[in-house]
Protein backbone atom coordinates (compact mmCIF):
# COMPACT_ATOMS: atom_id res chain seq x y z
CA UNK A 1 0.00 0.00 0.00
CA UNK A 2 1.34 3.55 -1.24
CA UNK A 3 -0.13 7.19 -0.57
CA UNK A 4 -0.46 10.09 -2.45
CA UNK A 5 -0.67 13.32 -1.39
CA UNK A 6 -2.54 15.07 -4.04
CA UNK A 7 -3.47 19.09 -2.71
CA UNK A 8 -5.23 18.70 0.55
CA UNK A 9 -5.85 15.44 0.23
CA UNK A 10 -3.67 12.05 0.75
CA UNK A 11 -5.09 8.99 -1.16
CA UNK A 12 -3.84 5.59 -0.39
CA UNK A 13 -3.57 3.30 -3.10
CA UNK A 14 -2.55 -0.22 -4.24
CA UNK A 15 -1.48 -1.39 -8.05
CA UNK A 16 -1.68 -4.61 -9.24
CA UNK A 17 -0.35 -5.98 -12.33
CA UNK A 18 2.80 -5.02 -14.61
CA UNK A 19 4.40 -1.71 -14.91
CA UNK A 20 3.20 -2.02 -18.64
CA UNK A 21 0.08 -3.18 -18.28
CA UNK A 22 -2.67 -1.67 -19.66
CA UNK A 23 -4.04 1.02 -16.64
CA UNK A 24 -7.77 0.32 -14.84
CA UNK A 25 -8.59 2.62 -12.41
CA UNK A 26 -11.18 0.63 -10.01
CA UNK A 27 -13.24 3.00 -8.02
CA UNK A 28 -14.85 1.91 -4.80
CA UNK A 29 -18.86 2.24 -3.35
CA UNK A 30 -19.67 4.57 -0.07
CA UNK A 31 -18.11 3.55 3.20
CA UNK A 32 -15.85 0.64 1.48
CA UNK A 33 -12.01 0.57 1.26
CA UNK A 34 -10.32 -0.88 -1.83
CA UNK A 35 -10.41 -4.28 0.05
CA UNK A 36 -13.89 -4.11 -0.89
CA UNK A 37 -12.82 -5.67 -4.40
CA UNK A 38 -12.75 -9.06 -4.17
CA UNK A 39 -9.02 -10.44 -5.12
CA UNK A 40 -9.84 -13.07 -7.91
CA UNK A 41 -11.99 -10.44 -9.63
CA UNK A 42 -8.53 -7.89 -9.33
CA UNK A 43 -6.40 -10.66 -10.69
CA UNK A 44 -8.59 -11.59 -13.08
CA UNK A 45 -8.08 -8.74 -14.56
CA UNK A 46 -4.70 -8.80 -14.19
CA UNK A 47 -4.38 -11.70 -15.96
CA UNK A 48 -6.11 -10.14 -19.40
CA UNK A 49 -2.86 -7.81 -18.62
CA UNK A 50 -4.38 -5.03 -17.16
CA UNK A 51 -2.31 -2.56 -14.56
CA UNK A 52 -4.88 -2.20 -11.57
CA UNK A 53 -5.07 0.22 -9.31
CA UNK A 54 -7.77 0.49 -6.72
CA UNK A 55 -7.61 3.79 -4.15
CA UNK A 56 -9.53 4.17 -0.74
CA UNK A 57 -11.54 7.50 -1.81
CA UNK A 58 -11.53 10.66 0.68
CA UNK A 59 -12.55 9.63 4.43
CA UNK A 60 -12.24 6.27 4.21
CA UNK A 61 -9.61 3.48 4.65
CA UNK A 62 -6.38 4.62 5.00
CA UNK A 63 -6.93 8.09 2.88
CA UNK A 64 -7.32 11.55 4.90
CA UNK A 65 -9.87 12.57 6.31
CA UNK A 66 -12.26 15.88 6.27
CA UNK A 67 -11.04 18.21 9.15
CA UNK A 68 -13.88 19.67 11.43
CA UNK A 69 -17.10 18.51 13.55
CA UNK A 70 -18.86 15.89 12.07
CA UNK A 71 -22.23 16.47 9.84
CA UNK A 72 -25.11 17.06 12.07
CA UNK A 73 -28.12 14.63 11.89
CA UNK A 74 -30.11 17.03 10.73
CA UNK A 75 -27.90 17.87 7.90
CA UNK A 76 -28.42 14.33 6.56
CA UNK A 77 -32.01 14.37 6.89
CA UNK A 78 -32.20 17.55 4.99
CA UNK A 79 -30.47 16.26 2.30
CA UNK A 80 -32.81 13.52 1.99
CA UNK A 81 -35.60 15.78 1.96
CA UNK A 82 -33.99 18.18 -0.29
CA UNK A 83 -31.28 17.43 -2.19
CA UNK A 84 -28.63 19.68 -2.84
CA UNK A 85 -29.40 21.37 0.48
CA UNK A 86 -25.95 22.47 0.76
CA UNK A 87 -25.23 20.02 4.04
CA UNK A 88 -21.93 18.08 1.89
CA UNK A 89 -18.47 19.32 2.75
CA UNK A 90 -17.50 18.01 -1.34
CA UNK A 91 -19.67 16.41 -3.73
CA UNK A 92 -18.39 13.34 -6.15
CA UNK A 93 -17.18 15.70 -8.41
CA UNK A 94 -14.49 16.53 -5.70
CA UNK A 95 -13.96 12.82 -5.55
CA UNK A 96 -13.47 12.44 -9.38
CA UNK A 97 -10.64 14.94 -9.44
CA UNK A 98 -8.89 12.73 -6.76
CA UNK A 99 -9.17 10.14 -9.24
CA UNK A 100 -7.49 11.98 -11.72
CA UNK A 101 -5.20 13.41 -9.36
CA UNK A 102 -4.11 9.81 -8.56
CA UNK A 103 -3.59 9.10 -11.82
CA UNK A 104 -1.42 12.43 -12.13
CA UNK A 105 0.60 11.21 -9.44
CA UNK A 106 1.11 7.60 -11.26
CA UNK A 107 1.93 9.65 -14.76
CA UNK A 108 -1.06 7.45 -15.96
CA UNK A 109 -2.53 9.37 -18.94
CA UNK A 110 -5.87 7.65 -19.61
CA UNK A 111 -6.95 4.30 -18.25
CA UNK A 112 -10.12 2.25 -18.84
CA UNK A 113 -12.01 3.13 -15.20
CA UNK A 114 -14.58 0.76 -13.53
CA UNK A 115 -16.85 1.80 -10.70
CA UNK A 116 -19.00 -0.16 -8.51
CA UNK A 117 -22.30 2.02 -6.51
CA UNK A 118 -20.87 5.25 -5.45
CA UNK A 119 -17.46 4.04 -7.64
CA UNK A 120 -19.78 4.30 -10.29
CA UNK A 121 -21.05 7.59 -9.47
CA UNK A 122 -17.68 8.80 -9.50
CA UNK A 123 -16.17 6.86 -12.36
CA UNK A 124 -19.34 8.80 -14.24
CA UNK A 125 -18.26 11.91 -13.24
CA UNK A 126 -14.40 12.06 -14.02
CA UNK A 127 -15.77 10.43 -17.48
CA UNK A 128 -17.71 13.94 -17.99
CA UNK A 129 -15.22 16.06 -16.36
CA UNK A 130 -12.12 14.53 -17.73
CA UNK A 131 -12.41 12.74 -20.92
CA UNK A 132 -9.32 13.03 -21.69
CA UNK A 133 -8.38 10.47 -18.94
CA UNK A 134 -11.10 7.42 -19.26
CA UNK A 135 -10.21 5.00 -22.31
CA UNK A 136 -13.65 3.29 -21.35
CA UNK A 137 -16.30 3.29 -18.74
CA UNK A 138 -17.69 0.22 -16.43
CA UNK A 139 -20.56 1.34 -14.28
CA UNK A 140 -21.65 -1.53 -11.81
CA UNK A 141 -24.96 -1.44 -9.59
CA UNK A 142 -24.85 2.37 -9.98
CA UNK A 143 -26.85 4.94 -11.08
CA UNK A 144 -27.62 8.59 -13.11
CA UNK A 145 -28.09 10.55 -9.78
CA UNK A 146 -31.58 11.52 -11.17
CA UNK A 147 -33.89 10.24 -8.17
CA UNK A 148 -36.21 9.23 -10.55
CA UNK A 149 -34.15 5.98 -11.21
CA UNK A 150 -32.21 3.60 -8.73
CA UNK A 151 -33.78 4.73 -5.62
CA UNK A 152 -33.48 2.54 -2.35
CA UNK A 153 -35.92 -0.18 -1.95
CA UNK A 154 -38.90 1.28 0.69
CA UNK A 155 -38.28 -2.06 3.17
CA UNK A 156 -34.34 -0.87 3.30
CA UNK A 157 -35.06 2.74 4.26
CA UNK A 158 -35.20 2.03 8.08
CA UNK A 159 -32.63 -0.30 8.27
CA UNK A 160 -30.35 2.24 6.34
CA UNK A 161 -31.81 4.73 9.53
CA UNK A 162 -30.53 2.12 11.83
CA UNK A 163 -27.44 2.12 10.25
CA UNK A 164 -26.58 5.58 10.40
CA UNK A 165 -27.90 6.14 13.92
CA UNK A 166 -26.84 3.39 15.99
CA UNK A 167 -23.42 3.63 18.14
CA UNK A 168 -20.16 2.18 16.17
CA UNK A 169 -19.31 -1.28 18.26
CA UNK A 170 -15.50 -1.29 20.07
CA UNK A 171 -15.15 -4.60 19.74
CA UNK A 172 -13.64 -6.23 16.83
CA UNK A 173 -16.06 -9.43 16.75
CA UNK A 174 -19.22 -7.06 17.18
CA UNK A 175 -17.99 -4.99 14.39
CA UNK A 176 -17.56 -7.85 12.21
CA UNK A 177 -20.90 -8.97 12.89
CA UNK A 178 -22.47 -5.99 12.26
CA UNK A 179 -20.73 -5.15 9.10
CA UNK A 180 -21.59 -8.77 7.31
CA UNK A 181 -25.32 -8.87 8.19
CA UNK A 182 -25.14 -5.37 6.79
CA UNK A 183 -23.82 -6.77 3.63
CA UNK A 184 -26.48 -9.48 3.73
CA UNK A 185 -29.42 -7.04 3.78
CA UNK A 186 -28.34 -6.07 0.66
CA UNK A 187 -26.78 -8.76 -1.37
CA UNK A 188 -28.32 -11.23 -3.81
CA UNK A 189 -29.31 -14.86 -3.14
CA UNK A 190 -25.29 -15.61 -4.23
CA UNK A 191 -23.97 -14.12 -0.65
CA UNK A 192 -21.11 -15.57 0.77
CA UNK A 193 -21.28 -15.64 4.45
CA UNK A 194 -17.57 -16.99 4.89
CA UNK A 195 -15.92 -14.34 2.34
CA UNK A 196 -17.78 -11.61 3.35
CA UNK A 197 -16.28 -12.13 7.15
CA UNK A 198 -13.00 -12.19 5.58
CA UNK A 199 -13.33 -8.56 3.56
CA UNK A 200 -15.12 -6.79 6.78
CA UNK A 201 -12.35 -8.10 9.13
CA UNK A 202 -9.81 -6.73 6.68
CA UNK A 203 -11.35 -3.65 6.84
CA UNK A 204 -12.02 -3.35 10.11
CA UNK A 205 -8.66 -3.94 10.82
CA UNK A 206 -7.28 -1.68 8.19
CA UNK A 207 -9.82 2.03 9.15
CA UNK A 208 -13.51 2.16 10.85
CA UNK A 209 -14.80 5.73 9.54
CA UNK A 210 -18.51 5.78 10.47
CA UNK A 211 -18.42 9.61 9.85
CA UNK A 212 -16.79 9.09 7.03
CA UNK A 213 -19.36 7.45 5.57
CA UNK A 214 -21.71 10.17 6.37
CA UNK A 215 -19.43 12.63 4.63
CA UNK A 216 -19.72 9.97 1.46
CA UNK A 217 -23.41 10.16 1.95
CA UNK A 218 -23.86 13.56 1.66
CA UNK A 219 -21.51 14.09 -1.45
CA UNK A 220 -23.80 11.76 -3.19
CA UNK A 221 -26.82 13.31 -2.10
CA UNK A 222 -25.71 16.58 -2.63
CA UNK A 223 -24.25 16.30 -6.39
CA UNK A 224 -26.47 17.02 -8.84
CA UNK A 225 -28.38 14.86 -11.74
CA UNK A 226 -25.79 13.45 -14.42
CA UNK A 227 -28.54 12.23 -16.90
CA UNK A 228 -28.07 15.12 -19.40
CA UNK A 229 -24.12 15.38 -18.91
CA UNK A 230 -23.47 11.91 -19.57
CA UNK A 231 -25.78 12.36 -22.91
CA UNK A 232 -21.87 13.35 -23.84
CA UNK A 233 -19.92 10.39 -23.37
CA UNK A 234 -18.19 9.39 -26.08
CA UNK A 235 -16.04 6.24 -24.64
CA UNK A 236 -17.28 2.85 -24.93
CA UNK A 237 -19.74 2.07 -21.92
CA UNK A 238 -20.68 -1.04 -20.28
CA UNK A 239 -23.35 -1.35 -17.38
CA UNK A 240 -23.55 -4.16 -15.21
CA UNK A 241 -26.53 -4.37 -12.50
CA UNK A 242 -28.33 -6.90 -10.38
CA UNK A 243 -32.15 -7.61 -10.84
CA UNK A 244 -31.82 -8.61 -7.18
CA UNK A 245 -30.53 -5.04 -6.01
CA UNK A 246 -32.22 -3.57 -3.73
CA UNK A 247 -30.32 -0.92 -2.61
CA UNK A 248 -30.11 0.77 -6.23
CA UNK A 249 -32.68 -0.25 -7.87
CA UNK A 250 -32.48 -1.82 -11.60
CA UNK A 251 -33.89 1.17 -12.80
CA UNK A 252 -30.69 2.70 -12.25
CA UNK A 253 -28.45 0.74 -14.29
CA UNK A 254 -31.57 0.95 -17.32
CA UNK A 255 -31.43 4.60 -17.10
CA UNK A 256 -27.51 4.58 -16.63
CA UNK A 257 -27.43 2.90 -19.91
CA UNK A 258 -29.62 4.84 -21.95
CA UNK A 259 -28.10 8.08 -21.28
CA UNK A 260 -24.93 7.12 -22.62
CA UNK A 261 -25.02 6.77 -26.26
CA UNK A 262 -23.94 3.48 -27.46
CA UNK A 263 -23.74 1.54 -24.00
CA UNK A 264 -24.10 -1.76 -23.23
CA UNK A 265 -26.23 -3.13 -20.05
CA UNK A 266 -25.42 -6.45 -18.62
CA UNK A 267 -27.89 -7.74 -16.15
CA UNK A 268 -27.76 -10.89 -13.55
CA UNK A 269 -31.10 -12.10 -11.85
CA UNK A 270 -29.01 -13.53 -8.87
CA UNK A 271 -27.12 -10.43 -8.87
CA UNK A 272 -28.05 -8.01 -5.54
CA UNK A 273 -25.80 -4.89 -4.58
CA UNK A 274 -22.83 -6.77 -4.64
CA UNK A 275 -20.12 -8.99 -6.96
CA UNK A 276 -21.14 -12.49 -6.44
CA UNK A 277 -18.18 -15.07 -6.74
CA UNK A 278 -20.39 -17.24 -9.34
CA UNK A 279 -20.39 -14.08 -11.90
CA UNK A 280 -16.97 -12.92 -11.01
CA UNK A 281 -15.59 -14.07 -14.36
CA UNK A 282 -18.41 -12.88 -16.48
CA UNK A 283 -18.18 -9.76 -15.44
CA UNK A 284 -14.15 -9.56 -16.15
CA UNK A 285 -14.53 -10.81 -19.41
CA UNK A 286 -17.01 -7.61 -19.81
CA UNK A 287 -15.54 -5.65 -18.47
CA UNK A 288 -12.37 -7.08 -20.68
CA UNK A 289 -14.55 -6.95 -24.03
CA UNK A 290 -15.18 -3.16 -23.11
CA UNK A 291 -11.82 -2.18 -22.75
CA UNK A 292 -11.14 -4.07 -26.25
CA UNK A 293 -13.98 -1.79 -27.95
CA UNK A 294 -12.00 1.28 -26.67
CA UNK A 295 -8.89 -0.33 -28.34
CA UNK A 296 -10.49 -0.87 -31.48
CA UNK A 297 -11.91 2.71 -31.69
CA UNK A 298 -8.58 3.99 -31.53
CA UNK A 299 -7.77 1.66 -34.10
CA UNK A 300 -9.97 3.12 -36.32
CA UNK A 301 -9.69 6.59 -36.08
Do not use: K
Not at 83 to 110: E, K, Q, R, V
Amino acid sequence: MATAQLGDVEIAYEVDGPDDGVPMLLVMGLGTQLVGWPQDLVDGLVARGFRVVRHDNRDIGLSSFTPGPPPARSAVVRSFLRPGSGGADYLLADMADDAAALLDHLGIAAAHVVGASMGGMIAQQLTIDHPERVLSLTSIMSNTGSRRHGRVHPRLLPTMAMSFTQPRPTDEEEAVRLGVEGWRVIAGPLFDEEEMTAQVRAAVRRSVSPIGTVRQLLAILDSPDRTERLHEVDVPTLVVHGLADRLVQPSGGIATAQAVPGSRLLMFPDMGHDLPRSRRVEIVDAIAQNAARAAEVRAGS
